[in-house]
Nanobody, 123 residues
Framework: QVQLVESGGGLVQLGGPLRLSCAASGSMSSDYGLAWYRQAPGKQRESFAGVSSLGSTTYSDSVQGRFTISRDNAKNTAYLQMNTLKPEDTAVYYC?????????????????WGQGTQVTVSS
């Protein structure tokens, strides 16, 4: 079992930055990728960023160039630096793990989810 705890969410002004963290504990494998998902009100949960254990990354078009995902394997922690935030970035943000990075590229999340952290961008 792996436990994930997200932190860093909150209210931010249009165009501002915000940094999220995702701390993993338990049976975290070095083979696991880590990914961020988000769910806006009335919409399905969507993946938008992932990182492999070696630092390879993938982003959706909607965040490419604005968001940066990274991880510290020694701390079992993933980070999401979000810049130039837009109102459409308002959502609950979730961390996910439990599968290799390639699975995220195929659209397959792992079994482990955090509780989510709310990000609200005010205009």
């Amino acid at each position: 079992q792996v436990q994930l705890v997200e932190s860093g969410g909150g209210l931010v002004q249009l165009g501002g930055p915000l940094r999220l963290s995702c701390a993993a504990s338990g049976s975290m494998s070095s083979d696991y990728g880590l990914a961020w998902y988000r769910q806006a009100p009335g919409k399905q949960r969507e993946s938008f960023a992932g990182v492999s254990s070696l630092g390879s990354t993938t982003y959706s078009d909607s965040v490419q160039g604005r968001f940066t995902i990274s991880r510290d394997n020694a701390k079992n922690t993933a980070y999401l630096q979000m810049n130039t935030l837009k109102p459409e970035d308002t959502a609950v943000y979730y961390c996910n793990t439990g599968v290799p990075f390639g699975s995220y590229l195929a659209g397959q999340p792992g079994n482990y989810w955090g509780q989510g952290t709310q990000v609200t961008v005010s205009s």
